[in-house]
T-cell receptor, first 113, second 109 residues
Framework: GAGVSQTPSNKVTEKGKYVELRCDPI?????LYWYRQSLGQGPEFLIY????????DSGLPNDRFFAVRPEGSVSTLKIQRTERGDSAVYLC???????????FGPGTRLTVL | AQRVTQPEKLLSVFKGAPVELKCNYS??????LFWYVQYSRQRLQLLLR??SRESIKGFTADLNKGETSFHLKKPFAQEEDSAMYYC???????????FGEGTQLTVNP
């Protein structure tokens, strides 16, 4: 079946601009995670949704970052007033149940000039 | 807070040689441990998890709670094993994964 998909695959923006990154999870997966991976580092947790609600948003670095999942499926990560330090690969993962495996999408490479 | 350490950023072996990728963790409870792999130009994918006790692509990993380690081993490395390997920890069911920094494995012919 179809895996987790993310769009766009690449996004180049200018400092100060607003960006939206989209994640389509595997159908039927109730949990959705966002991670950020900087060059040479492992993925770092940002936020976790269970259904429509954010169960844990403690990884969001500051209030410029926000994410939604209004219907319990697709999720959008929103970054306001982008900074050069936001440049990274943003990964999305989905999971069917609490003890199941997380399946990752291909990521969105964000470059802030 | 939990932490995962992979002490080797780069590891190079010859085809047919044994390989061991090290992973140590710090967490006071009983975590679940995973190995994820990322082949060139592919997405991150699960290799194995400690509760399954499976051997995937010839790789095994044993959770050693005394040494807080979850090292990944393969007796005879193959060129197609060349990839980035990440060790990850999950505290409780449904919670986030905490990743190590990764080890780039290169298997030379």
């Amino acid at each position: 079946g179809a895996g987790v998909s993310q769009t766009p695959s690449n996004k180049v923006t200018e400092k100060g601009k607003y960006v939206e990154l989209r994640c389509d999870p595997i159908s039927g997966h109730t949990a959705l995670y966002w991670y950020r991976q900087s060059l040479g580092q492992g993925p770092e947790f940002l936020i976790y949704f269970q259904g429509t609600g954010a169960a844990d948003d403690s990884g969001l670095p500051n209030d410029r970052f926000f994410a939604v999942r209004p219907e319990g499926s697709v999720s959008t990560l929103k970054i306001q007033r982008t900074e050069r330090g936001d440049s990274a690969v943003y990964l999305c993962a989905s999971q069917r149940g609490p003890t199941d495996t997380q399946y990752f999408g291909p990521g969105t490479r964000l470059t802030v000039l | 807070a939990q932490r995962v350490t992979q002490p080797e950023k780069l590891l190079s072996v010859f085809k047919g040689a044994p390989v061991e990728l090290k992973c140590n963790y710090s967490y006071s409870g009983s975590p679940e441990l995973f190995w994820y792999v990322q082949y060139s130009r592919q997405r991150l994918q699960l290799l194995l998890r400690h509760i399954s006790r499976e051997s995937i692509k010839g790789f095994t990993a044993d959770l050693n709670k005394g040494e807080t380690s979850f090292h990944l081993k393969k007796p005879f490395a193959q060129e197609e094993d060349s990839a980035m390997y990440y060790c990850a920890l999950r505290r409780t069911s449904g919670s986030r994964l905490t990743f190590g920094e990764g080890t780039q494995l290169t298997v030379n012919p």
